[in-house]
């Protein structure tokens, strides 16, 4: 995506604009002094009988001239490569200062990440099968071998053999891990959804054999992936929202769990599907009859379902080779990702799984438990991550011939009908397997036993219930304990604390014979609820330090970059032939330019040098402090570095008269984008400021254009004026046209309809919606051409490359999207599989060759977009007159074409309908670029926050919300097979920024470096403002309820915007005024 | 006749001149700014009935709108519906008893131009000030005429701004007339058709006084009053387009009333 830079040897390869046109300048004047002397030459030669002489003179004239000009432009040239390199010295200065504000962008963010993601403290300790939490029995009061235990003694008691810490059940367990299994999938519901209906094995057996089978909701703890939720099943525990340390390296886990319990107990683990347990639990399982499938590849539905199935019933007839056997299928997730839940290939999905199901329960004997169960649901759309309810509600069942299943209540014998009745928690699996299976529960549990499986066939086992509940209880306070010293917290036990329900629950157990059983399981139970609740919150336990730490560093960096960006630039906007001239003749002359005429070379390089400076007591400050104290936190030093040298950057720019009052903007238009960036930072301390994000930008954009098109009532020319009006009305109107592409998020409900998809329940294109890429192909060219003709920009390359070859791209990305249609849908079913699908790939990449590499080499190399015409002059037929088309904006049209190649590569990524949406902002862009030029507003703050505005809007109608179910995956599904998020929009609209310096700007612009580079921080510093904010008020709200479904994904999002902002920023925008003429 | 581009709207002359023209303008700040047309603050009649209506209008109006919140938040069309004629009212009679007669030179209404340029109700009126009364009523609802014919376009800006496309029509369209009615009649009756006047009024160049921070008020009130849509607070008053009319209603009066006395004259 980044063009590959122009390397620096070949800097001088490609001619710089200015320099083809002096040198086709030259060629036209040398012509035409060689025709002056020709027609002097016939002039004397008719009159004068010395003409040969006459010639003979001007002949020798012209030889001497030749030779000064040849002197002279050698000196030129000598000139010109120094100019060139004192701009690249320059060039690599500023690119360094942005480096370095990325790096200060980067160190804010991962230290209030570090802080704001909440960790929980991870314990070492495990349960062994000797030492049981709670006593075990005989019963109180039981007599001799009495030990405080509520059951009687067991044959076997606190062995494998007979159950560690409760009779044990069955001997081997087979669970099947059905991926995004949502409770209603598995439920009767009277309506023609395509994912009702279609897996009735669950709920017919609950029903029919109620002691043989149960099925009950599951609801997940959030964050709901797969990931995170295999360690909730296995641990028992909450995984916190994002576990830094285990989900970028080693994701093994180390914790007490399930499966460490069945291996330490000398059990044979047998694993088949999703390679994500193979990262999780590293050799756990039996070589010889595990298969573990790739669980990345999102577009395919069946490989690791038909691998599981393929390999699960061999497995089955060899059973004394395993004891626990684990199946993960990924089809039904997969189909939600690719194509919504509503689809036909979702049926197919579900109907093969209830087939799968039924024929593995036939296979069950008496000594086997069959547990299936989702590890998480799906939203609307078919995606997960978030905590929304139908993500959450995942379905549970239960199977085995024996029939031990029993209900407490008659009313308990059907299942429920939605997932708000009788849900249990996932961690709940942890205790109830591992008693069934008579193995230690796991230290770190936080379930309780699943009320059915302890019940027994007549449901009224209520001793056997109280044990179980009471033991996995007893559990959790040995595991509270120890969290509560290893962290050095007080536990309180005042009234409805853990400690005081314990203490009641203890209370009721009666040393007589006696014993209210019921009332002691409810009161375990309660003591369980009430923990689980105190857990939760605690581990919300924020590190404030560190988000301080990050907080102070991103509004240190959000101020240097305002002071950076403040200096002033009207002086060098003008070009002023007449200084330029002079100068030049001076330095013709020999007169070395005083280094007070380069500012900004002084001025970044002075910075990077503070910088630097800066960094390194903090640093060393940070390492030495952090040595010296033992705790470890060595990288502290990066924080401190990061504010010692923001620190020092403000310092040395304060040495430079740059104070910090200029900051604030001196017109309106300025105070406007100070308006814009503050009332939207602002905004994002309301969780509905947030969720409309949407239409707030379409407000602020319209209101842009009806504000520019008052003030054009301004400018003078009457012909003008109409423009500036019309491009204001235009710029407003496409916004409020591309405002229709919209994807709902789940809290804009019911005022928000979708139309990014075919409907609400896939992710799906409707057919008509494939018309627009095609749309795209014809129109956006021809409004790119209207927009460099009046300049007569449209000419040199550009009608070759935007005219066929931008186009030609465009229409295959429309191809390739009906190519996909076509493939999902399965237009022609006489194809071979991969048919289609291969040349979609081989189309989307033909695509992005033609858009990235051959885009950006015509980039590199492209001459200006001008044409030198020399035609007869018309006072004097006999002279040569030379014309420049395309002078007036020679840069902006030959800068357009980098843009532009983004644009086709996006387009190809984008659904049909953000196409469309790309399109648009396209020409919105174009119609800014002449509201700032027309309205004289080139070097005003409002462009680049225009820009931005431009760029965050478009994201949300490119099908994007700032939901973490949202992220459009699939879109780096189309060329490479892997997955990549493209932020399209956004990295479109930060190629785009030096346009805002070079449309219209003729060749003389001069300081394009700093001006590109000051609009650059304007719009860097939109982005810097919005991810504080989102950062300083996620921080504030971090015990809000809507935390983690508005707030975190929007610093999230914010966040990494930013950091795509920045590196577009230096690898696109300053790359493309590398080499650039001065 | 330069070829005008369709797309763009532009023509294929290089703009060159009109650029440097801006440069120039720019560069030196003191270069008058067209368009060249300076206007007069409007003065409000002296007559005690004047002065008193100016400022009894406002509190009226006030008052109005405060009595019928609860009909504009139950069923806002026929709340809006029956009370525009009443704000017109309102507003022909502030615009006939307290804005200078039009054409009139006391108090200068369209500033120092306005001698050559006819105006609606021009036509049927004589050049003297005594006369005005009769004109004034005849130029008023000229204006009303005028303003309810400008509403469809500020309904499409409404729209443009994100008000329901489809839906709700009706509401926007009597919102947009409410504005209409409000802030731009009495720079109908003020300024008539002068579209030099006008544009000077649009590009804020106008001097401070009733009709323009009317207008500004307003236009503003407006704007601020789509901040409390969005949130979810479940009231009813959130309701289309119920806080856009209290922000316009808001903005107008506080305009009309600081612009006739606080900042009187002053200009941005």
Redesign the interface.
Known sequence: MPPPKPPPKNAAAPLPDYKTIAAQWAAAKRAKEVADADRLRKGSSSTSDDATAAAAAAKSDITQEQERMTARERTRARLESGRRRGYQSRWAWTAAFWAWLLCVHAVGIAYFTSGFLLTRLVLEEKSVCAAPPAALGGAVGEGVDGDGGLLPAWPGKGTMEGGCWHPRTFDRAVVVVIDALRYDFAVPVEDDEAFHNAFPFLWETAVREPNRAFLRPFIADPPTTTLQRLKGLTTGTLPTFVDLGSSFSGTAIDEDNLLMQFKDAGKKIVHLGDDTWEALFPGYFEGNLSRAYDSFNVWDLHTVDNGVIEHIFPAMEKRNDWDVLIGHCLGVDHAGHRYGPNHPEMTKKLRQMDGFIRDLADTMDDKTVLIVMGDHGMDSKGDHGGESEDEVEAALWMYSPKGIFGRTKPEYATPPATAKTRPVNQIDLVPTLAMLMGIPIPFNNLGRPIEEAFAGAAGNSWANLAAAERTAAAGIKRYQSSYFTARGIEQTSGPGSPNELWNRAESLISKGKKQDWEAIFSAFAAYQEENLQICKGLWARFDLKNMAIGIAVMALGVIALLVYISKGVDDDA?DDEELDLAEKSLELQGVKPDASETPSDSLERRLISAALLGATPGFLGGVISSFVSGAGDWYRGSGIAALTSIGAVLVSMYELQETITNIFPRT?WGWMAVVFTVSQSIGFA????T??ED??L??FI??F??VSA????????K??R??AI??SVVF??L??VA??SKLCREEQMPYCTSTYYASSTTSTSAPWQLIIPFLVSVILP??LK??L????SYEGLAPAWIGYVFRTGLFMAALYWVLDAADNGNWIPGLPDKTLKNISVYTAQMVLGLALVAGTTAFVWAPPCVSIVTSASPSEPTRAQVAILG??NAHGARYLLLPLNLLAACILLSKPMGAGALGLMAWQILALL?IL?LN?LTTSPIGPVMLAVLGTFHFFKTGHQAVLSTIQWDAAFIPLFTIRYPWSPLILAAAAVPLLVLW?AGPRRRGVLEAVSRALGVFVAYFAVESLATMAWAGHLRRHLMLYRVFGPRFMVAAVVLLVVDVVGIVVSLMGVFGWPE | MPLVEPITMSTTLAKGAAAQAQAQAAFSKTAPVFPATTLRPVQIRSTPLAQTARHALPALLAVLFGARFRALVADPVSAMATALPLVAALQVTYAVLCLPAPGSTQGGGGGARKAQKPRPGESIKRRSADAGAPNAVATSLLSLVLSLLVSPFLYAAMILFGAPFLTHSAHTFLCAAHLAVLALFPLFFVHGVDGSAWAVVGSFGAPLDETFGGLLGGVVGAWLGAVPIPLDWDREWQRWPVTILCGLYGGYILGRVVGGTLVWGKSF
């Open positions: 003008i309106a309301s969780n509905s400021y969720i409309w239409s707030i379409l407000f319209t209101t254009g009806f008052l003030s054009a009532l301004k400018i003078p020319s012909a003008d109409y423009l019309y491009h407003a109107l916004g409020r405002s229709f021809s409004i209207a927009y003709q009046p300049t007569r002078y007036a002449e030029d004289n219209k």
